[in-house]
């Protein structure tokens, strides 16, 4: 009986005890600042993931982040192409504003003023470690770039403590990875030399060998050939620092996975840029006709592979519940982006864009308007929010999240509804697409008129532009059939009074 009295008591007291250790443990993460990733594709159309509706894809792991977290049905990026979404995520300003945020060649100088105040460094002045893996795009030095020094300023002058990058796109030279402003594996006796006008003498390209590409190339991408894919620009040099396409995603998520295991005791955002679906497509040979629809599919089967693979290095390290993810792209999708890839051809039914219309660089929903997903396991509630939500609002919500405030920017502080607490977002949003603007407010998107192509034909996207207002209700004609520009001419009124008081005009 005694005995028994005993055995309770210790039993009650080493049960004690570990609640106590299990209390602690606890406190410790309740009291240190949640890490941020942003986990950000490259051409990741509205309707490509099957949470967003896909049927003819599966992507268990990003349906993994929207069904457990908050899937936004209005979340945007600033921009229908890649610098300009990258800079408004980045610095929290509409990059209307700034006349170089546009595609930028791979010899660009940097486009984010250094003093610029910028989301890595408003979480650094708050005790983050800071890292990009992945691509940047945002340009590189401040004019001509030697690439066989040190190419500064970049990524790490603009508050990442450490960056692991391409410097523009995987199918722009020079095809390699920098590691905080230095390239990766350059033999200092193969320099390398860029040049986006003219080709170096004596050397081949795609225009002149497409004997030698095995990819070929169908509009642009005519240049220096790099593993058999033609690219943009010209390159000399540097062959033992050059990447392997195909291995490209794998080598990124080694990055991100060891930046997180080398970080996970001190909060840390990771801006993780993945480069799929975006042209060139160079699957791995584990994905390659995985998807039946030819590399583009197999490369968002990849991208979703990497995710998950990701996310369980989260859990392994014992972070997953003090992390916040945000999953979002930088544009809406494209099918023939440059390149014979079968992404046309092999397509069948699926709809990238899913019930938008337009698609990358268009005015249209589709350029804009992306899976847009926030993921806090434990923290956030899962849900469908239709809040109007903006890349470019992270800057301000994070900074609230962390208990600082951003408000010199046009970064909207948003965070109760990224945390699905609201639905209540922006009232209004003007989007970009290659420098021409449309205003989102309430339901409405009005477009005024421009003077360019209605359709952009070597990619068969519809950008949007037409001679006269455009007006759509997008709760009833998400796929901007109906134009009520003159049929409702006071909303027309209002929306161009809210569109011109913003761009200040
Ligand atoms: C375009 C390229 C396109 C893609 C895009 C940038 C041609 C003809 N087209 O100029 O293939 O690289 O730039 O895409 O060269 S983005 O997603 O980085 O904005
Ligand atoms: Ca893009």
Not at 445 to 465: D, F, Q, S, T, W
């Amino acid at each position: 009986m005694i005995k028994t009295k005993m055995t309770c008591l210790l039993m009650a007291g080493a049960m004690l005890l570990a609640s106590c250790q299990t209390a602690k443990k606890e406190t410790k993460q309740e009291g240190q600042k949640p890490n941020v990733v942003v986990i950000y594709l490259d051409d990741l159309g509205y309707g490509d993931l099957s949470s967003y509706g896909a049927t003819e894809l599966q992507t268990p792991n990003m349906d993994a982040l929207a069904n457990g977290g908050v899937k936004f049905t209005n979340g945007y990026a600033s921009s229908a192409t890649c610098t300009p979404s990258r800079y408004a995520l980045l610095t929290g300003v509409y990059p209307w504003k700034n006349k170089s945020a546009k595609i930028l060649p791979g010899t660009a100088p940097l486009i984010i003023d250094t003093a610029q105040v910028t989301l890595p460094k408003m979480l650094r002045s708050q005790g983050y470690q800071t890292a990009l893996v992945g691509k940047w795009h945002l340009g590189l030095g401040s004019g001509h770039v030697n690439w066989n020094e040190a190419v500064s300023p970049g990524p790490n002058e603009v508050g990442f403590d450490y960056a692991y990058y391409m410097a523009a796109t995987q199918d722009r030279v020079p095809t390699v990875y920098l590691e905080n402003g230095m390239v990766e594996g350059l033999d200092p006796n193969d320099p390398i030399e860029i040049d986006y006008k003219n080709n170096f003498e004596g050397q081949t390209s795609g225009k002149d060998n497409p004997e030698l590409c095995e990819m070929m190339w169908h509009h642009g991408h005519n240049s220096t050939i790099v593993n058999g894919v033609p690219r943009i620009g010209f390159m000399k040099g540097g062959e033992a620092a050059k990447w392997s396409d195909i291995d490209m995603a794998d080598h990124f998520l080694a990055k991100a996975q060891d930046y997180v295991k080398a970080h996970k005791d001190a909060p840390f955002f990771l801006y993780y840029a993945m480069q799929q679906p975006h042209v060139p497509r160079t699957p791995h040979p584990r994905f390659e006709g995985k998807s039946g629809m030819g590399p583009r599919g197999d490369v968002i089967l990849e991208a979703d592979w990497c995710i998950g693979e990701f996310m369980k290095t989260l859990e392994e390290e014992g972070i997953l519940e003090n992390t916040l993810i945000v999953f979002s792209s930088d544009n809406g999708p494209v099918l023939n982006d440059g390149y014979y890839d079968d992404a046309v051809e092999k397509l069948g039914t699926h709809t990238p864009a899913g019930p938008l219309r337009g698609g990358k660089y268009s005015l249209f929903e589709a350029g804009t308007r992306v899976p847009f997903i926030t993921y806090w396991k434990g923290t956030i509630q899962p849900g469908v929010s239709d809040a109007l939500v903006c890349q470019m609002d992270l800057l301000a919500s994070l900074a609230k999240l962390v208990g600082t405030q951003e408000a010199t920017t046009d970064s909207e502080e948003l965070m109760d509804a990224l945390m699905g607490k609201t639905t209540e977002g922006r009232e209004s949003l003007v989007i970009e697409a290659t420098t021409r603007t449309a205003l989102r407010k309430g339901d409405w998107l009005m477009i005024p008129p421009y003077k360019g192509a209605r359709l952009n034909k070597h990619v068969n996207i519809e950008l949007g532009n037409d001679k006269a207002f455009q007006l759509y209700n997008l709760k009833e004609d998400i796929g901007q059939q109906n134009n009520m520009a003159d049929s409702n001419p006071e909303k027309l009124a209002e929306m161009l009074e809210a569109f011109k008081a913003i761009r200040g005009e």
